[in-house]
């Protein structure tokens, strides 16, 4: 996905994306034509999430990285990232099984391990 220093951002607020039963917040950063999305995402102990999401000075989404686990799904935690500047676009994704619910992790884990599996994304 890259690697960014929030330091040389400016934030450019809060966008509070809450629904009656998703607890989720965004924050917006821009550096140049270029804005960063960091959104946060929880469903009580269902699940939780973070996500990052980098566009163009258009808009256009250039990047996507998202972490997510899941109580439904035995505690995985999945990490992808979507490439959107390749031709065609790329998804890479990897999970881990976390040993405890989720709830019981501080600070939440900001990465999976294990292999990446990369495989290409169907253009709408």
């Known amino acids: 996905f ?6 040389e951002w400016t934030k450019n607020g809060t966008r509070d994306d809450s ?21 946060n995402r929880s469903m009580g102990e269902m699940s939780w999430g973070k996500s ?19 109580a439904v799904n035995d505690n995985t935690l999945t990490e992808s990232v979507r490439d959107y500047t390749r031709t065609p676009p ?13 709830s019981q ?7 999976a391990s294990g292999e990446w599996k990369m495989s290409e994304l169907r253009e709408n």
């Open 105 to 111: 992790i501080n600070p939440k884990p900001d990465m």
């Open 52 to 70: 990052y999401t980098l566009k163009d000075a258009n808009g256009i989404v250039l990047k996507e990285r998202s972490i997510r686990i899941s």
């Open 19 to 39: 629904s009656e039963e998703v607890d989720a917040s965004t924050n917006i950063y821009t550096k140049g034509t270029q804005s960063l999305e960091i959104s």
């Open 2 to 7: 890259g690697d960014f220093n929030l330091n």
């Open 90 to 102: 790329v998804e890479y994704s990897r999970n881990t099984v976390l040993n405890k619910h989720f």
